[in-house]
């Protein structure tokens, strides 16, 4: 049997498309199964990180040393090399960062229209978080030497005592004004000033009716959308971050059909920060498949990944 | 699921260093006294608990939603906590509950135990908090907030391998099991672990055909295999947490402290890899005292084995100013035995050198091949044996009268019966200088 020109380029085409399928589905269902698997990030990302680290790191130090600050962080190749700056929950901070840094600008809201909603609440707390996520917000993209400040309590800590411990054994001596600076600095934080727990506050104080609203991305923006999420599922706010940011549509699908979002919505939701990313595939996935998820079973299935993240997290640390 | 409904007075409490709830308002000592908390104990929920701690660890203030579950419903507060010196301030400005969460299957089910049934529950810390049905019995008030695998062993046999159940505990599935025989009445109990979001919970029920002796088959393998396959790696893993924050602690990564805490760190530290030592020990002497005990029979070089042994510990000798000799590359003597093993007790015999050698001196390994035996021997430049112990030595848990240097008095035995497992022997003679000279003999083929 024989077969034309034509025909071997339509099996061929035939066979590349297979092959693109079983791609995809491989991705999804790796996804789905190993949420917490490492998936190697790009040359970009990876200077994203770096740069972001480096920022804090150079700013902590800043804010220890004041006038004795250079321009390049004194502590960073130390740091580097001890390992620090790879362990892996300063590592997920900092993409779960990274990855807020790509998906804000795509929920395209209008900030006038956020802070009316907020400032004009008749609830004072949802008015307080809200000047607060605002204030936030802004100090996160326009602050000069303050990048510390977006740091979790628990990072925060550990940053501020390793940088003063390689400040130590850099200059081979211990001096007693690093420590008070740096105990001035963790004395003077709040969690309460972080965008992330404004946010989450404002999700906690507010209706059902309220909340619905505050899950479309285009009304809420990245922060109040990935809270509302967060505390509907019941998972850490960065690891939403991660999900919606991660390598298929999948994840995110199936958490807006956990948290009961209608078809339509989600996808408005999906194209908002993942339109340049979605495949063919993942498309067709979605029609197909997002209506029949049941909402009891994936919220079984995301409790699962919360153990996994927390698990992941929790090996290596001390 | 309600909105937060902002509280018109918040609730406020405060909550020591140690975890002790020294004061709180009415309403958080109800929720405090039904997750099974008692008035001046511990604070006897785990999420505020672990909060209250956090803050007065980073001395920082954090403000944040917690879930918290007890008998009758699931809670979200937001909480906002402020450290005061070794308190935390805790006002919890909103409480909120949880109606369309689903609590778990299990805590629905079985928090209310039947007649044969009982129920014990721990924190993180794995605390005992809270106890319901047959397992409240031998309890006293002060137990709660204790260890609970110190009670536990106080009340019944078999409580030991409590730890390696919950270790192995899953989220709301009781996957395996051991037996508990109650010391003052003999009566057996099956218990299962489930890991809860927060906590763990131990369910027990009375077994009506009790198989005496019988809780290390449940983990499914042979009573022998128990420790060294089980308990073993259980044991291991917050051995190494232990050390680890102890080393953190003492070489004051995460902040300045008091010298002398530091100190304590270090001993801490010690004490964990001592400990974690003794583990190793008596999982390889549980090994070796099975019957049919075997090793495998590879062809090794005794050469390469000492040059690895020296890489191996060369940083410990470097630490004494000791200089381990080796052979040269150019001498290789043969022998066939397990290379695991033949390693294992070289590295037991050269770690005991320079344990017991004065800083500054030599240790030798050297090897050579005696009619159909290969033989490599350790010379130290230390006190030497009394040719009175040179058999005593061997023996089980022998310390010849040392102790606080980190020996478990195991390692010099499981040597031995190994060398025996292949086929060899091991023993001990005078070195020329005075110090003492391990020989380990093995067959050629």
Redesign the interface.
């Known amino acids: 049997m024989g077969y034309g020109v034509d025909q071997n380029d339509r099996l061929l085409q035939l066979a590349a498309d297979y092959a693109r399928d079983i791609h995809a589905y491989c991705a999804d269902v790796g996804t789905v199964l190993f949420p917490s698997a490492m998936v190697p990030p790009s040359e970009a990302i990876i200077s994203a990180v770096a740069a972001k680290l480096r920022q804090i790191v150079s700013d902590i130090e800043f804010a220890i040393l004041k006038d004795g600050a250079g321009q390049t962080p004194t502590t960073w190749e130390m740091l580097t090399r001890s390992g620090f700056l790879r362990e892996p929950d300063l590592i997920d901070f900092m993409l779960s960062r990274v990855a807020e840094d790509r998906l804000s600008p795509m929920a395209n809201v209008n900030p006038a229209q956020i802070a009316n909603r907020l400032l004009d609440h008749p609830?004072?707390?949802i008015v307080e978080a809200g000047q607060t996520l605002l204030a936030a917000e802004s100090l996160h993209h326009h602050s000069v030497r303050r990048s510390f400040l977006v740091l979790t309590?628990?990072l925060?800590?550990?940053m501020c005592?390793?940088i003063?411990?390689a400040l130590e054994v850099a200059q081979n001596t211990?001096q007693l004004d690093v420590?008070d600076a740096?105990?001035t600095i963790?004395?003077d934080?709040?969690?309460?000033n972080r965008a992330q727990?404004a946010a989450?506050?404002i999700i906690?104080?507010?209706?059902?009716i309220?909340?619905s609203e505050l899950l479309k991305p285009e009304l809420a923006g990245l922060h109040l959308h990935v809270a509302a999420l967060s505390?509907?599922l019941?998972l850490d706010h960065d690891h939403v971050v991660r999900l919606i940011d991660s390598g298929s549509s999948t994840p995110y699908a199936i958490m807006l059909a956990a948290a009961g979002v209608a078809k339509a919505d989600a996808a408005k939701a999906i194209y908002t920060f993942r339109g340049d990313l979605i495949t063919l595939h993942e498309a067709g996935i979605f029609d197909a498949g997002y209506e029949r998820l049941q909402q009891q079973h994936v919220q079984a299935e995301i409790?699962k990944w919360a153990?996994a993240r927390t698990n992941y997290l929790a090996f290596g640390q001390? | 699921m309600s909105s937060g409904t902002e509280l018109l007075r918040p609730i406020s409490a405060e909550v020591d260093s140690d975890g002790r709830l020294v004061r709180a308002d009415d309403a958080l000592i109800r929720l405090h006294v039904r997750s099974g908390g008692i008035d001046g104990g511990m604070l006897a929920i785990p999420a505020l608990a672990r909060l209250a701690d956090l803050s007065i660890r980073l001395q920082m203030r954090l403000s944040r939603a917690v879930r918290v579950s007890d008998e009758a419903e699931q809670l979200e507060l937001w909480v906002e906590v402020r450290p005061e010196g070794r308190l935390a301030k805790l006002n919890i400005i909103s409480w909120q509950v949880l109606a369309s969460l689903a609590k778990p299957r299990a805590v629905d089910d079985a928090d209310t135990p039947n007649i044969d049934s009982g129920i014990i529950r721990l924190d993180a810390a794995l605390r005992l908090i809270h106890a319901s049905g047959v397992a409240t019995f031998g309890l006293m008030p002060r137990d709660f907030g204790r260890d609970c695998q110190a009670v536990l062993n106080e009340l019944y046999t078999g409580a030991e391998y409590i730890a390696g159940l919950i270790d192995l505990a899953t989220p709301h599935a009781a996957t395996s099991g051991c037996t508990l025989k109650r010391i003052s009445d003999d009566k057996a109990f099956e218990v299962t672990a489930e890991k809860l979001s927060d906590n763990y919970r131990l369910l027990f029920k009375i077994e009506p055909n009790p198989i005496v002796g019988n809780a290390p088959e449940r983990f499914g393998d042979a009573p022998e295999a128990m420790f060294g396959k089980h308990l073993a790696p259980v044991l291991r893993q917050p051995l190494g947490r232990i050390i680890a924050n102890a080393e953190t602690i003492g070489s004051e990564l995460q902040g300045p402290i008091r010298e002398n805490y530091a100190l304590y760190a270090r001993d801490i530290a010690n004490a964990a890899r001592h400990l974690s030592a003794l583990v190793d020990d008596l999982g390889d002497l549980e090994a070796i005292e099975q019957v049919g005990f075997k090793t495998a029979k590879d062809e090794i070089e005794l050469g390469d084995v000492a040059r690895r042994v020296a890489g191996l510990l060369s940083l410990k000798a470097a630490d004494h100013s000791i200089f381990i000799q080796t052979p040269g590359i150019d001498i290789a003597v043969h022998a066939v035995a397990e290379f695991r093993r033949t390693l294992q007790i070289l590295l037991n015999l050269v770690n005991n050198a320079i344990r017991y050698s004065p800083d500054g001196t030599q240790v030798y390994i050297e090897i050579v091949q005696v009619e159909n035996w290969a033989q490599i021997s350790v010379t130290d430049e230390g006190k030497g044996i009394a040719r009175a112990d040179y058999n005593k030595v061997f023996e089980k848990f022998e310390r010849l009268g040392r102790s606080g240097d980190g020996g478990s008095g195991l390692g010099l035995y499981i040597s031995r019966r190994l060398a025996h497992a292949m086929g060899g022997e091991l023993f001990v003679t005078d070195s020329d200088n005075g110090g003492a000279k391990f020989t380990l003999r093995l067959p050629i083929s």
């Open positions: 609830n004072a707390v309590p628990e925060l800590h550990k005592w390793r003063v411990a211990r420590i740096a105990k963790i004395a934080f709040a969690e309460a727990s989450r506050k906690h104080f507010s209706s059902e309220e909340r505390k509907i019941n409790s153990t001390l």
